[in-house]
């Protein structure tokens, strides 16, 4: 797990139903997130919220690649008349969600929404969940900085929040690599414990977890609920009919954004960045080209046992009561 601290999220359902109109934010943040239905247009340009400066979002499926989510961000003073004028546009037929980012305090001015739209764009090329509809990136940092370091507090919490609405394009890839991981808030560490036994400490808690198949090598870690395959690890270039779409799009979308590159002196593919997925089967398919169980293909590098045998001596520690055998977590 990441060092990140516990959040309250604050969702309020407009229309009563679970998929239409709703406000969504973060206890003791600034900002403000209004996620509607394109059906529910009018009801939209109707809410005080899009007549004030912000950016937003355009979420659809695209229409090239099956089962691909398409984004297009944009930013204005009156965001309404932006969302409005889109609705008109016959290029941009996609969209199917709107996505309205504002704040409480009407602190966001012009310059403020045009770095949040650029950083936003940057965010969703780089972690290659979605494809982008912008034609361009108007790149722009003009802000002092001061104004920056709040501005990317705010991105911040916007990536915890907009993957509660399902906008998951935004997430950030947990960072694995490196001499050090994150440090997991679950682990207590003692003061004069060495560097060495810390860092035993949080290979306990994130194994890293190896695939050998076909002649292919993959290493990969579970963070925060997602299985990160490592950078380097390799994957076959060809696909079976058995895979499944969602996986079959996800790789197309890594391979243009160059994070699945042919590799060298072979005729597979290698992952050139760190790449999350949603669970250990999503990451063995991407991996094999092919419908595999990632819960039995993984294994624990140091244990030598399958991701679910790994899992289920967690959860039976877990379910041990106090004094059975396993420490009781120190406060």
């Known amino acids: 797990m990441s060092n990140l601290a516990g959040r309250t999220i604050k969702l309020f359902l407009v229309d009563g139903v679970p998929d239409g109109m709703r406000t969504a934010e973060i206890m003791s ?10 059906a529910s247009i009018a009801a939209l340009l109707a809410r005080p919220e899009v007549k004030k400066t912000g950016a937003y979002l355009l979420i659809g499926p695209d ?6 989510t398409m984004v297009y961000v944009g930013e204005g003073d009156n965001v309404g008349v932006r969302i409005s004028s889109h609705n008109k546009d016959p290029d941009k037929e996609f969209w199917e969600h709107a996505c309205v980012i504002t704040s409480k305090d009407l602190n966001l001015t012009k310059a403020h929404v045009r770095y949040l739209e650029s950083r936003l764009i940057k965010i969703i090329d780089r972690e290659g969940r979605a494809s982008l509809a912008n034609k361009s990136d108007p790149d722009f940092d003009l802000l002092p900085e001061s104004d920056l370091a709040d501005m990317d507090d705010f991105i911040a919490r916007l990536q915890i929040l907009l993957p509660v609405l399902g906008a998951d394009f935004v997430r950030p890839t947990p960072q694995v690599r490196g001499s050090k991981r994150v440090k997991p808030s679950t682990i207590s560490t003692s003061e004069g414990e060495t ?6 400490k949080l290979e306990l808690a994130n194994p890293e977890f190896r695939m050998s198949a076909g002649g292919l090598q993959a290493r990969a870690v579970e963070v925060d609920g997602q299985m990160i395959v490592l950078a380097g690890s390799d994957a076959r270039t060809e696909e079976a009919p058995s895979l499944a779409s969602n996986v079959r799009a996800y790789r197309e979308q890594l391979r243009r954004a160059g994070k699945l590159v042919p590799a060298e002196g072979t005729a597979n593919l290698r992952f050139s960045e760190d790449v999350a997925f949603t669970s ?6 991407a991996v094999m080209g092919t419908s595999r169980n990632g819960r039995t293909d993984w294994i624990n590098a140091t244990t030598n046992e399958t991701y679910a045998a790994w899992q289920e001596r967690q959860v039976a520690k877990a379910e041990a009561p106090i004094g059975d055998g396993v420490p009781e977590r120190q406060q």
């Open 29 to 38: 943040w600034t900002g403000h997130v209004l996620f509607a239905p394109r």
């Open 280 to 285: 250990p089967s999503a990451a063995a398919q």
């Open 195 to 200: 560097e060495g036994l810390q860092l035993q």
């Open 63 to 68: 229409p090239q690649v099956a089962d691909q």
